[in-house]
C-alpha cells in the first residue's frame, strides 16, 4: 500500500500570499493514499528538510510530494533530502505551486482548486514512480583523437597532462595539418611553424600519448566510457621502429618528379618523401602511385641506400584495435580550389592562387624560400589582388556561411605581401570586413592605414588573361556601383573552408549527425558547442564549421576538459530515467515485435536489434534493445512503438495516464 | 531524315544567310528540315518583358504546333527562340497549373515532349560525325568563337556547355581544323537590346569583344545567334569609332563556316550579304586523316 | 449562475514549454487558473491517447506545446510530434472530434509572455465554444443504455 | 491458374520452398485460403475472382512459424503487404518467395523483393473513387453530426477484433486493446470503447496501410472501419508523399520526418 507524504511550502509569501496553504495540505490528506500532508513556511531550508526527512521515518512514506517552486529548480535537493532519509531518491516528486500558479494567478478560490489538483495530479505520479538506481558505465580512461592538427594537438596535450592516456590518428603521414602549411599567424605575425613544431614535438614525446600517422579510422562501435575502435594504419612501406629519420632513401631517389601535396602543387618532392622538414614523426613514406618499383618492379635504390634496413616492400596495411573511453573529432577543414570558379577561369590561369598556395609563397620555407614570386614565371608581381569571399556567402555557389577567418588571412597577406614587395600594391575586394576578436580590427586598419592596401568594396564578376596580365573586372559599390578594372600580375582567392574531404563517411562511421555542408553537427549550438549528439564523442577545431586558431585551441581544450571529466572517475554515472524495453517469459521473450520503428526515431543510435535464440542457435526473435549508456531519455520512440512494448522511467505511460485521470476523474 | 525547323522571323529576314547556311549544309549531310506549319512569333523581345502568359503562349503554340506535325526534335536555330522555346518548356514542367492555363490559352494540347535543339546541337548530334567524310577544305585560320548571352544562359534551364567559357563551338571548329583562340569575352554582352535605340552602347559593348579577338590574332569570329551577327556586323561603323581603328575581321555564322570546309558555294552560304566583307579563302585542301584521333569530350558542367 | 470556466489541459516538454511556463512565473505576468501543466520529456513523447483520455475526462480545452522546431533538446523529437500531430488531427476532423480544442504551439524557454498569452487566447477560446460534451458523456454513458 | 499450380508444384517438388500458401475451393461457392505441403495437394489449388483475401497476414501466423521457407500466392494487394511488412522487418526475402498474380488474374511469376517493388509501383493505387466519394460525403457532414454519425457506426461494433485478425499490418504479438496498465482502451464494447479502438487502430495504420480492404470484408456488421485509414493513407500521401508497400527500405511516414513539414496550425 502506498504511504505518500504531502509537503506544502509556503515559500516565505510567495505561494502562501496567493494560495491558501493549509487548506490545501488539508486536502491533500484526504487523497487515497496520503498519510502525512503538511505546510510549513521553508521547505527547501534546514529544518524544512529536516522536517521531510523526520517524516519520512516516522510514517514509513513510499512517496513524497513536495509542493513548492518548479521541479527543475528545487528537484535535486528534495531527492537528495529522501535519499538521506532512507528514501529511493526518485519516489519523490514535486508539484509546482510556485511558478504555474501562485506566481500567475490572483488569490482566490479557483487558484486554490487548482493547488489542489496539482498536488493531487503528483500524488497519483508518485504512487506508480519505481524505486530507481542510477546507471553506472565503466570508463575506459584512453581518449582517442582523431586528426593531428592544431586542434588535435591542443586536445592530446591536454588530456595527457591530465594524466589520461590518448591515442592519435592522423591521416597524412605527419602531424601538423593546415597549421603547419602557415606562414606567419593573425593577428601577431608570428611565425606559424615557430609556434607549432614545439607542440608536434610535444606530441610525439609525451609518454601518455600513442601516435599513429598515415592512418585512418575503420570502424567504431560501443558507447560512451567503452568504444572499441579498428584503426587502419596504412602501408608506409618502412619499419618505422627502424628508420632514424636519415633522410637518404629521399635525396637518393631518382623519381622525383611528383607534386609535392605540403607545396599545393607548387613544388616536387620523391616518391619515396617525408612531407616537410619538420615533420612529426621524422620518418618517410613510399608513395605507391608514383614509386618506380611499385609501377615497373625494378630499382629499389632506397632499399639499397638505407643503412637501417627500414625499407619494406612488402609491408601491408596493418588493423589496430582499441578500447577508448571517449572520442575527440579534430578532422579540421579544407578549402575550395580555384576549379571551382567559371567566372574566374575554371583555374586554368597559374597565376590565380588560393590562399593557402599564397602562404607557401610567403614561408620561408616554402618552393620560393619566402620571396613572393608568382608560379608561371617566377615574376615578382607589383599588382596583386586579392578577392575575399571566394564562394563564401553565395548561395547561388551552395555556399550560405560565412567562411570567418578570410577577412582576417587576406588582410595578414597584404600585409606580408607589402612587406616583402616594397613598390607593390594590393587590392582587396570584400563584401564586408568582419574583423570581429581580440586586436582583429587593429589588425585589418594597420592593413589599411600602415600597409596601404587598397580595400575595395565589391565584387569580382571576371578575371581573364591578357598580354600576360590579368584583367581583374569588379565592381566599386561605394563609388556609386562603377566598374573597376585591375591589371593584375597574380591574383589570390580567399575561397571558402569546406568540410574536409571524408567529414561525411567519418560522421557515419561515429553515427555523429552532420549538417548540409558536411561539418559536424554539436549538439546544442550554444550550450553544448563542443559535445555531439553521441554521448562520449566531442568536436573541436573546424570540422564543426571555418574557425582560426585561436578558436580551434580553445574548443580543444575545452573537448580535453570535457574529456577528463568523463575520466575523473571510473564509473559513469548517469540519471536512470531512460527507456527500457518490456520483458517477458518465453516464448513471449517481450510483447516487441521487433518492427524497428523506435530505431528509426531514436536520434541517439541508443536502439539495438537484440538477437534472441533457442539452445541450437537458431533465431527466435528479434527486439529492440535500448542502451543504456546511450539513451538520453527523450521517450520518442514510447510515443511511435504501438504496441506499447517500451516505456520510459520517470515518464511512464501508466504514471502520465494517472496524472491526465488525476486531473479529471476524481 | 527529317527533323523539325524553326525558322523565326529574324532567319526569315534580316540574317537570311543563317537560314541558308543552315539549309544548305543541311541538304549537303541529306536531313530535311521541315518547317512547324503555320509558326508564329516566338516573343522574344517583346513579350516576355510585358506579359507572361503571353510569352509563355507564343512559344506554346509552335510547340505544340510541332507536335502535332508528328516532330520529335525540333531545331531552332536563334539562340533567342531557342531560349524562349526552352525557357517554356521549363516553365510548363514545373507548373503544372500554369500549363494547363497555356494549353487553355493557346487551345492545343502541348506535351513537352519535343527536345529542342540549338545550331551547336543540331550539328554535334547530326553532322559532326559525318564531317570527315565531306570535309573538301580545313579551315586553317586563327578563329574567335563568340557565343554571346542566349546560347548557354541560364544554365538550368538549357542545361548546355558551362556558362563560362564555353566550348562546344570551339570544338567544332576545332573538328573544321581551325585555330580556335583562348579568350575573355565569349559570352560578353553584344549589347543586342539596344541595336536601334542606342547604337553608340553597341558600339563600345560589341568594341570591347571585336577588340579582344583581333588583339589576340582572330583572322574570322563565329557566332551562332542573328543578333550577335548582326551588331558585330552591321554596327561595324560604330565599333570602329570606339575603338578609334578600323577592323575588318568577318563575323561568319558557324554553319557558314562548315559549309566553306565542305566546299559549298560561298553564295549558296550567303556569304556575300555580310556587312563586312569576307575575304577568307587559301583554304588548305582535306586529307581524312587515317589514324582515328580521339576525340577529347569537353567536360560540360 | 457563474460563467463558464473551461478545464484546460496542458502537455509540455520539460526543457522549453515547462520552463517557458517557469519564467511566466517568475516574470510575474498573470493568466487564467484554468490549465493545469502535466510534464512530459520533450512533445516526442506525448501519447495521442493521453488526448483523447483527456476529452474523454471531460476536459474542454487541450493544449500541446513544445520547442520550437530545431530546438529541441534532443533534436527532432518536436519533428516527429509535429507529423503525429498533423495526423492525429485530420483522424479527428474527420471523425467530428473538435480539433479547435486542441491548440498546438511552440513556446521556448525564454517566451514566457507567449506562454500566458497562449494560455488566455485558449481560455477565451474554449469559453466561446462551451463545455465539450460529446465525448465526455460517450465515456460517463451507462454501458448498457 | 494451371501456370500457378505449375510454379507451386515444381517449388515444392524441389524443395525449395515447404509450404504454398494459396487458396482451394471451399463450402458451396466459397474459396478458403489453403496451406500445401506436398506437391500432389496443389491439385486442389485454385485461383478465381472470388480469391481476394490477403493471404500476406498469415506470414505472420503461427502457420508459417516452424517453415523455413514459404511461397505465397500474391495478388498485387498480397505483394504490397509482404513489402511493408519487410521494411517492418517483419518478413525476411530469403524465406519467402511471391509468386505474383495480377488484378486480373494472371501469373506473372516468381517475383524477388525488387522485382515485387517495381511490379507494385505499376499497380492501381490511392483512393477508388467511391471510397473518394464516401470520404467526401462524410467530410462535408457538420462536426456534430459527423461524431455522431462515427458514434453510431461504431456502436455495432462487438469486438470481435475480426479487422485486427485479418489485417497483416495488425501483426503485434501484444496488442495495445490488451494492455491493461494503464487500461488504454475500454475492452467492452460500449461506444466509448469502440470509438478509442477505432482511433487507435487508425493510427497506427496510418502511413501503413496498403488498402486491401481486408478489415471492412471481415467485419460481421459492415462498418467502414477502413474509410479512417484509407483516409489517412491518402492524407499521409498529400502531406509527406510517403506511400506504404512500395519500397523494403521505406519508412513509415510517423517514424521520419522533414524540416518542411506543415505547421500553419501550430502557435
Known amino acids: 500500500m502506498a504511504r505518500i507524504g504531502v509537503f506544502i511550502c509556503h515559500c516565505g509569501e510567495n505561494i502562501s500570499a496567493t494560495v491558501d496553504c493549509a487548506k490545501v495540505a488539508e486536502a491533500a490528506a484526504k487523497f487515497p493514499g496520503v498519510v502525512h500532508s503538511i505546510d510549513y513556511k521553508y521547505m527547501c531550508s534546514d529544518p524544512g528538510q529536516t522536517l521531510v526527512g523526520n517524516a519520512i521515518k516516522e510514517h514509513n512514506l513510499t512517496g513524497v510530494v513536495v509542493s513548492a517552486c518548479s521541479p527543475r529548480m528545487h528537484e535535486p535537493t528534495f531527492r537528495r533530502a529522501c535519499a538521506e532519509a532512507g528514501l529511493n531518491p526518485y519516489q519523490c516528486e514535486m508539484a509546482n505551486l510556485r511558478e504555474h500558479c501562485s506566481w500567475v494567478h490572483e488569490r482566490n478560490e479557483k487558484t486554490d482548486d487548482k493547488a489542489i489538483d496539482l498536488v493531487r495530479m503528483l500524488v497519483e505520479k508518485v504512487k506508480r514512480n519505481n524505486a530507481l538506481q542510477p546507471i553506472k558505465v565503466p570508463v575506459t580512461k584512453t581518449a582517442l583523437v582523431i586528426g593531428g592538427g592544431v586542434a588535435g594537438i591542443q586536445a592530446a596535450l591536454d588530456i595527457a597532462n591530465a594524466g589520461h592516456k590518448v591515442i592519435m590518428v592522423e591521416r597524412e603521414p605527419s602531424i601538423g595539418g593546415h597549421m603547419s602549411q602557415l606562414s606567419e599567424t593573425f593577428p601577431t605575425l608570428d611565425c606559424s611553424q615557430c609556434i607549432l613544431t614545439p607542440r608536434m614535438v610535444e606530441v610525439a614525446q609525451n609518454p601518455n600519448i600513442k601516435l599513429y600517422t598515415y592512418a585512418e579510422i575503420e570502424s567504431v562501435e560501443g558507447f560512451v566510457g567503452n568504444f572499441i575502435v579498428k584503426i587502419r594504419k596504412k602501408a608506409k612501406s618502412i619499419d618505422e621502429s627502424k628508420c632514424n629519420g636519415c633522410g637518404l632513401c629521399t635525396t637518393k631517389c631518382p623519381n622525383k618528379k611528383n607534386p609535392n601535396e605540403f607545396e599545393l602543387g607548387m613544388a616536387k618532392r620523391p616518391a619515396i618523401y617525408v612531407p616537410f622538414p619538420q615533420a612529426v614523426p621524422n620518418i618517410p613514406v613510399i608513395d605507391k602511385t608514383q614509386c618506380t618499383y611499385y609501377k615497373t618492379g625494378k630499382c629499389k635504390i632506397c632499399e639499397k641506400v638505407c643503412q637501417a634496413n627500414a625499407i619494406q616492400f612488402d609491408q601491408q596495411d596493418e588493423i589496430i584495435e582499441v578500447p577508448v573511453g571517449a572520442i575527440a573529432i579534430c578532422t579540421g577543414f579544407d578549402i575550395k580550389k580555384t576549379d571551382f570558379f567559371p567566372e574566374y577561369g575554371y583555374g586554368k590561369h597559374k597565376d590565380i592562387i588560393d590562399g593557402l598556395q599564397f602562404e607557401r609563397l610567403a614561408s620561408a620555407s616554402g618552393p620560393t624560400a619566402g620571396e613572393i614570386r608568382r608560379p608561371s614565371d617566377g615574376q615578382v608581381p607589383k599588382k596583386i589582388v586579392f578577392v575575399a569571399c571566394a564562394g563564401s556567402r553565395d548561395p547561388a555557389k551552395g555556399i550560405e556561411y560565412c567562411s570567418k577567418i578570410c577577412c582576417m588571412y587576406t588582410a595578414k597577406h597584404a600585409i606580408l605581401y607589402k612587406h616583402k614587395v616594397h613598390d607593390g600594391t594590393a587590392y582587396i575586394f570584400y563584401m564586408d570586413i568582419r574583423a570581429a576578436g581580440k586586436n582583429y580590427d587593429e589588425f585589418t586598419r594597420r592593413a589599411i592605414e600602415e600597409d596601404d592596401a587598397k580595400y575595395i568594396r565589391g565584387r569580382v564578376s571576371k578575371i581573364y588573361e591578357r598580354d600576360g596580365k590579368l584583367i581583374v573586372v569588379g565592381a566599386d559599390t561605394l563609388m556609386g556601383a562603377q566598374t573597376v578594372e585591375i591589371e593584375a600580375d597574380m591574383v589570390v582567392l580567399a575561397t571558402a573552408g569546406v568540410a574536409n574531404q571524408g567529414a561525411e563517411k567519418l560522421a557515419q562511421i561515429l553515427h555523429v549527425s552532420y549538417d548540409q555542408h558536411k561539418f559536424f553537427s554539436e549538439a546544442h549550438p550554444k550550450l553544448k558547442p563542443v559535445e555531439t549528439n553521441t554521448a562520449g564523442i566531442y568536436l573541436a577545431g573546424a570540422c564543426q564549421s571555418p574557425k582560426d586558431i585561436p578558436e580551434s585551441v580553445a574548443a580543444a581544450s575545452g573537448v580535453a576538459g570535457k574529456i577528463s571529466c568523463l575520466f575523473s572517475n571510473s564509473e559513469l554515472t548517469r540519471e536512470p530515467l531512460i527507456a527500457v524495453v518490456d520483458r517477458l517469459a518465453p516464448p513471449q521473450y517481450s510483447s516487441c515485435t521487433g518492427c524497428f520503428m523506435c530505431q528509426s526515431v531514436c536520434p541517439y543510435n541508443a536502439i539495438e536489434r537484440e538477437e534472441i535464440k533457442d539452445r541450437n542457435g537458431n533465431l527466435v526473435k528479434q527486439l529492440a534493445f535500448i542502451n543504456p549508456g546511450l539513451c538520453q531519455g527523450c521517450g520518442t520512440c514510447v510515443a511511435v512503438c504501438k504496441s506499447k512494448s517500451i516505456d520510459i522511467e520517470g515518464y511512464t505511460n501508466s504514471q502520465m495516464y494517472s496524472e491526465v485521470d488525476a486531473l479529471l476523474n476524481f | 531524315m527529317k527533323l523539325g525547323f524553326y525558322p523565326g522571323c529574324s532567319l526569315e529576314g534580316a540574317s537570311r544567310e543563317y537560314n541558308e547556311s543552315v539549309m544548305a549544309i543541311a541538304e549537303e549531310m541529306g536531313i530535311e528540315l521541315v518547317s512547324i506549319p503555320d509558326w508564329n512569333c516566338c516573343g522574344a523581345t517583346a513579350a516576355h518583358n510585358m506579359d507572361k502568359e503571353l510569352s509563355l503562349s507564343l512559344p506554346a503554340r509552335n510547340l505544340a504546333l510541332a507536335e502535332e506535325a508528328g516532330l520529335t526534335e525540333l531545331v531552332v536555330p536563334c539562340a533567342a527562340c531557342y531560349s524562349r522555346f526552352c525557357a517554356t518548356q521549363h516553365e510548363l514542367k514545373h507548373d503544372e497549373n500554369l500549363h494547363k492555363k497555356i494549353n487553355g490559352i493557346i487551345e492545343k494540347e502541348y506535351k513537352g515532349n519535343l527536345r529542342i535543339l540549338n545550331v551547336i546541337q543540331f550539328i554535334e548530334e547530326f553532322i559532326i560525325d559525318k564531317l570527315e567524310d565531306k570535309m573538301k577544305f580545313e579551315i586553317n585560320k586563327k578563329v574567335a568563337c563568340y557565343y554571346g548571352c542566349l546560347l548557354v544562359r541560364p544554365n538550368k534551364v538549357l542545361n548546355f556547355d558551362r556558362t563560362e567559357d564555353p566550348q562546344t563551338m570551339d570544338a567544332v571548329m576545332k573538328k573544321l581544323g581551325a585555330d580556335s583562340i583562348d579568350w575573355a569575352f565569349k559570352t560578353e554582352c553584344c549589347g543586342a537590346g539596344f541595336s536601334v535605340s542606342f547604337t553608340e552602347t553597341v558600339g563600345r559593348l560589341s568594341g570591347q569583344i571585336i577588340e579582344d579577338a583581333v588583339h589576340r590574332g582572330a583572322e574570322a569570329m563565329i557566332v551562332a545567334c542573328p543578333m550577335c551577327h548582326s551588331n558585330l556586323d552591321m554596327r561595324r561603323p560604330e565599333i570602329d569609332k570606339y575603338n578609334k581603328k578600323k577592323s575588318d575581321m568577318p563575323i561568319i555564322y558557324i554553319t557558314q563556316a562548315i559549309g566553306l570546309a565542305l566546299g559549298i558555294d560561298r553564295k549558296k552560304l550567303g556569304l556575300q550579304r555580310h556587312f563586312v566583307p569576307v575575304k577568307l579563302n587559301d583554304f588548305k585542301p582535306y586529307t581524312k586523316k587515317t589514324e582515328v584521333e580521339n576525340p577529347q569530350k569537353m567536360e560540360v558542367e | 449562475m457563474s460563467e463558464f470556466e473551461p478545464k484546460i489541459v496542458a502537455f509540455v516538454c520539460n526543457w522549453c514549454t515547462y520552463a517557458g511556463a517557469d519564467l511566466t512565473g517568475t516574470s510575474r505576468i498573470k493568466y487564467s487558473s484554468n490549465v493545469r501543466i502535466v510534464r512530459f520529456p520533450c512533445t516526442g513523447r506525448i501519447d495521442y491517447m493521453l488526448l483523447t483520455k483527456a476529452f474523454a475526462g471531460g476536459a474542454d480545452g487541450i493544449i500541446v506545446s513544445g520547442c520550437h522546431p530545431n530546438d529541441c533538446h534532443y533534436t527532432s523529437g518536436n519533428f516527429y510530434a509535429r507529423r503525429r500531430w498533423m495526423v492525429f488531427r485530420r483522424l479527428c476532423d474527420f471523425m467530428g472530434i473538435d480539433t479547435r480544442r486542441i491548440i498546438f504551439s511552440w513556446v521556448s524557454a525564454a517566451e514566457g509572455a507567449k506562454w500566458a498569452q497562449i494560455v488566455n487566447s485558449a481560455n477565451e477560446e474554449f469559453k466561446k465554444l462551451g463545455p465539450y460534451e460529446n465525448y465526455h458523456k460517450l465515456s460517463t454513458q451507462e454501458i448498457f443504455e | ?267
Open chain 4, 1 to 267: 491458374m494451371e501456370e500457378i499450380k505449375k510454379i507451386a508444384k515444381q517449388l515444392l517438388s524441389e524443395n525449395k520452398v515447404q509450404m504454398v500458401i494459396g487458396f482451394e475451393k471451399g463450402t458451396a461457392n466459397k474459396v478458403r485460403p489453403a496451406f500445401f505441403t506436398k506437391p500432389d495437394d496443389v491439385e486442389k489449388l485454385i485461383y478465381n475472382e472470388a480469391c481476394i483475401h490477403n493471404l500476406a497476414l498469415y506470414l505472420k501466423k503461427d502457420i508459417c512459424h516452424h517453415v523455413s521457407n514459404v511461397a505465397i500466392v500474391a495478388n498485387p494487394n498480397v505483394v504490397r503487404s509482404i513489402i511493408q511488412l519487410a521494411s517492418e522487418n517483419q518478413v525476411k526475402e530469403e524465406k519467402v518467395t511471391i509468386i505474383g498474380i495480377s488484378f486480373e488474374g494472371k501469373s506473372i511469376g516468381i517475383l524477388d523483393f525488387k522485382a515485387a517493388e517495381e511490379f507494385a509501383k505499376t499497380q492501381p493505387k490511392g483512393l477508388k473513387p467511391e471510397d473518394r466519394a464516401f470520404i467526401e460525403k462524410v467530410q462535408a457532414m457538420p462536426m456534430e453530426e459527423r461524431f455522431n454519425y462515427w458514434v453510431e457506426t461504431f456502436s455495432t461494433c462487438v469486438k470481435c477484433y475480426a479487422c485486427r485478425a485479418s489485417c497483416p499490418m495488425c501483426y503485434c504479438g501484444k496488442c495495445n486493446v490488451e494492455t491493461n496498465n494503464p487500461q488504454w482502451i475500454p475492452v467492452a464494447s460500449h461506444k466509448y470503447g469502440n470509438l478509442e479502438w477505432h482511433i487507435m487502430r487508425a493510427m497506427h495504420l496510418a502511413g501503413r496501410c496498403i488498402n486491401c480492404g481486408e478489415c471492412t470484408r471481415a467485419c460481421p456488421v459492415d462498418i467502414p472501419l477502413n474509410m479512417l485509414s484509407y483516409m489517412l493513407t491518402d492524407f499521409v500521401m498529400d502531406e509527406f508523399h510517403a506511400e506504404a508497400g512500395l519500397s523494403a527500405t521505406y519508412a513509415p511516414a510517423l517514424s521520419s520526418y522533414t524540416n518542411i513539414d506543415k505547421e500553419n496550425f501550430i502557435k
